[in-house]
């Protein structure tokens, strides 16, 4: 089974550091004296034409994997082939969808093509279907985190 690495720290992409700085900036607006109330709008990030949520905590957790292309107003990611190093002859590749504005499970899709080394060649391998539904787990969970601290903060 292909092993998903640890999400990495968040100094490692410029667009999640942009995405957080426009983020921080939209709530330093918010100062004053009576903290924002939660409401429904809160999830409905709507700057990037996605979910940011959803968007930034994609980023994070395939932020260990080579991107291919990142559309934020789309809200496709696709990453290039990665093959973790504790396991050179197997590699996989990563699509995520965001199809909505709000932050609901039915808003993220998660695609992923595994391929084994044999003979010098790689070849197509089933993906194992707790594989994506690990990192689709991985996804909400953060980027419920995201708003949850967004909201508090």
Known sequence: MFQLPAPATFGRRPAALALLGLAALGLSACAGKEKPKADLAASQVT??????YLWRASLDALSFMPLLQ??????VIITDWYANPSNPGERMKVTVSILDRDLRADALRVAASRQVSQGGAWVDAPVQAATVQKLEEIILTRARD????AIEG
């Open 47 to 52: 700057t990037i034409g996605v979910n940011s």
């Open 146 to 149: 995201l708003r949850r601290s």
């Open 70 to 75: 990142a559309d934020s107003s789309g809200g």
